[in-house]
């Protein structure tokens, strides 16, 4: 029996949108390689900043302050994928335009800047699978014959496991730009890869259980 699969429409596995709407992303814990989870930290003295917390040991971190104060954003002209980045302003920033390199592809790119409101940081998981927050790997990540597969959570690696399952995939309704599989790889997307892809997700899936 074929299946069918209807993807979730807009970016509902972006690393911002997780974290905001109060979910949580888990990396690699810096001082003992387990799980720790990265969520907002809703006490108001450090209001909107994110916090890392390992499930297994004491090891816990406050959201560095990169001093950053523009989002970049644009479609790369290199591999087409959308992209927001935040600059610091370093007192150089004299122009409208500013450089930056693709968090997808690397490839040098110039957009317009923009003033981040208070500061806020909007960046992205690189296609390695490297958190843009801490700069660590994600706890959920492997590769598949060289491409990086990872998931910020289980509910990100359920989606992953459902969509790549299907037989046949389909867009969601409505006038939607994007749909959740937007940033997955090619590679990953493609029939003869299916149960090979599958195979790693499954083997993500057996991973701690208490995330
Ligand atoms: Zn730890
Ligand atoms: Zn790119």
């Known amino acids: ?72 954003s644009g479609v790369c002209d290199a591999c087409g994928l959308w992209f927001n980045e935040a600059v610091a302003d370093a007192g150089r920033i004299t122009h409208k335009n500013a450089h930056v390199a693709c968090p997808n592809c690397g490839a ?29 790997p994600l706890y959920f990540r492997d590769r598949y014959k060289g491409t990086p597969i990872w998931a910020l959570n289980r509910r990100h690696l359920n989606y992953l496991i459902d969509y ?23 590679e990953l997307k493609l029939a003869k890869n299916r149960s090979g892809v599958l195979k790693v997700l499954m083997r993500l899936k057996q991973r701690s259980n208490r995330t």
């Open 164 to 186: 790549i399952s299907a037989d046949l995939r389909v867009k969601p309704n409505g006038p939607t730009l994007r749909a959740a599989s937007y940033r997955l790889p090619k």
């Open 1 to 72: 029996m074929s299946q069918r699969f209807v993807d979730e429409p807009g970016e509902p596995y972006s690393f911002y949108y997780v974290l905001r709407s109060g979910g949580q992303v888990y990396v690699a814990c810096p001082a003992c390689g387990e799980a720790a989870e990265i969520l907002m930290k809703a006490e108001a003295e450090d209001c909107g900043k994110g916090l890392l917390r390992c499930l297994s040991c004491a090891y816990r971190a406050i959201e560095p302050d990169k001093g950053l104060r523009y989002a970049a």
């Open 108 to 136: 040098d790119q110039q957009v317009p800047l923009r003033k981040l409101p208070g500061g806020r940081v909007f960046g992205s998981v690189s296609a390695e699978g490297t958190d843009p927050m801490f700069g660590l």
